[in-house]
Structures are given as structure tokens and as C-alpha cells.
């Protein structure tokens, strides 16, 4: 069983759409992390929430921690062809190492 | 460098063979672990390294799978008698002080295949 559960698996949309994606859980977070990984690289974190209903913007992106801090979601406004690529949610349990859900593979097209 | 380096960035081997993969930390950073991502099965935890002591290695899929640390610096993991099931990307991080809040930096990964 997958602790962390991404949807959609992929995504495929034109410049200027709008997009959610969603990262859920039964398990209950003290934080929760995005990251986004480009084809060749490492992932590279985005964004982490900690509070329960919390909402951080990152200039098009706005991800929101839910209000019992068992899920997030990552809405991207006007999206462009450089918002392509693989988008991780991860939360660290044992305090070391991250466990990441299997992402939601982002396509942009001009 | 400014960022995690690993290397080589590719290696195919032959199964059966043994083969090692390097990573080098940001300085300074104390912590480092190992990641390998496949299509399957997303990306996994494999072990985390807090100086040259591996306190958790829980992730090691098998005994054929260890890895090492020398001078709180540098670090090698090494897969003995490759399967062509090892053939993913196996991607290094290094941490600050390696707590729950200390962000996590990535290389850009070694793509192993075996044939």
C-alpha cells in the first residue's frame, strides 16, 4: 500500500489552462513537501507545508496543506510549456530519509 | 561544485557484473542518502549516511546492495552481481544536519541499466 497516493498519474494540457493535482493520504503529516524533477535531474523541492489549511503561493503555483494535514494539492494558473515535468509530493515519517508518492507527470504544450 | 555530484551519469552493465556508483555531497553537509527511482515503483529511500556512520539502512532491497562513506564526505554504493531488476536511477541527496526539517538536495542521478 502506497502511503502517499498521487492523481492524476499524467497530465496533458495547452499553455494558459489551469491545473490541480493532488497528493492524499490516511496517515496524518506534521509537514508535507512538493517537489518537481526534470527529465535528466534530481528533484528539486518546491514547497513544504506544515500547518493544517495552510496555502503558500510560489508565483503560478499554489499548493494548500489540508485541514486535518492528511493531503495537498498543487494548482498551477496559467501554466506554461516550463511548468513541464514530474511533480513529487514526499513526507518525512522516520525524520530522515523522504517518502515520496509516484508523482504526476506534467505536460505543457504551446 | 556548487550542487551534488554523482557519477558516471550512465552505466550499463552486464548482468552478473559488479558495479560502483560515486556521489559527492554539497560541502559541509553531514547528511547523505540514497535514492532509486524506477518507473515501477517511483522513487525509494535506500540508506541515509549522518557523517560516515549509515544509522539506517532499511531501504537496501537486498545483501547485495551496500554502500560507504569515507571522510564524512564522498560516498559509494556499491551493487554486487547485478539483475537486470537493479536497472533504475539511483539519485544521491545531501542534507545540512539530516533532521526532519533540513532540506534535502538532490544530483542529477546515475541511470544504471543491466543486460
Known amino acids: 500500500t502506497q502511503l502517499l497516493e498521487q492523481s492524476p498519474q499524467f497530465l496533458s494540457i495547452q499553455e494558459g489552462e489551469n491545473l490541480t493535482v493532488y497528493c492524499n493520504s490516511s496517515?496524518?503529516?506534521?509537514?508535507l513537501q512538493w517537489y518537481r524533477q526534470e527529465p535528466g535531474e534530481g528533484p528539486v523541492l518546491l514547497v513544504t507545508?506544515?500547518?493544517?489549511?495552510e496555502v503558500k503561493k510560489l508565483k503560478r503555483l499554489t499548493f494548500q496543506f489540508g485541514d486535518a494535514r492528511k493531503d495537498s494539492s498543487l494548482h498551477i494558473t496559467a501554466a506554461q510549456p516550463g511548468d513541464t515535468g514530474l511533480y513529487l509530493c514526499?513526507?518525512?515519517?522516520?525524520?530522515?530519509?523522504?517518502?515520496f508518492g509516484k508523482g504526476t507527470t506534467l505536460s505543457v504544450s504551446s | 561544485g556548487a550542487g551534488v555530484s554523482q557519477s558516471p551519469s550512465n552505466k550499463v552493465t552486464e548482468k552478473g557484473k559488479d558495479v560502483e556508483l560515486r556521489c559527492d555531497p554539497i560541502?559541509?553537509?553531514?547528511?547523505l542518502y540514497w535514492y532509486r527511482q524506477s518507473l515501477g515503483q517511483g522513487l525509494e529511500f535506500l540508506i541515509y549516511?549522518?557523517?560516515?556512520?549509515?544509522?539506517?539502512k532499511s531501504g537496501l532491497p537486498s545483501d547485495r546492495f551496500s554502500a560507504e562513506r569515507t571522510g564524512g564526505s564522498v560516498s559509494t554504493l556499491t551493487i554486487q552481481r547485478t539483475q537486470q531488476e537493479d536497472s533504475a536511477v539511483y539519485l544521491c541527496?545531501?542534507?545540512?544536519?539530516?533532521?526532519?526539517?533540513?532540506?534535502?538536495?538532490f544530483g542529477p542521478g546515475t541511470r544504471l541499466t543491466v543486460l
Open positions: 541527496a545531501s542534507s545540512f544536519t539530516g533532521g526532519p526539517g533540513d532540506t534535502q538536495y
Open positions: 496517515s496524518v503529516f506534521s509537514s
Open positions: 507545508v506544515v500547518t493544517g489549511g
Open positions: 514526499a513526507v518525512n515519517q522516520a525524520g530522515t530519509a523522504l517518502i
Open positions: 560541502s559541509g553537509h553531514t547528511a
Open positions: 549516511f549522518q557523517g560516515n556512520s549509515a544509522p539506517d
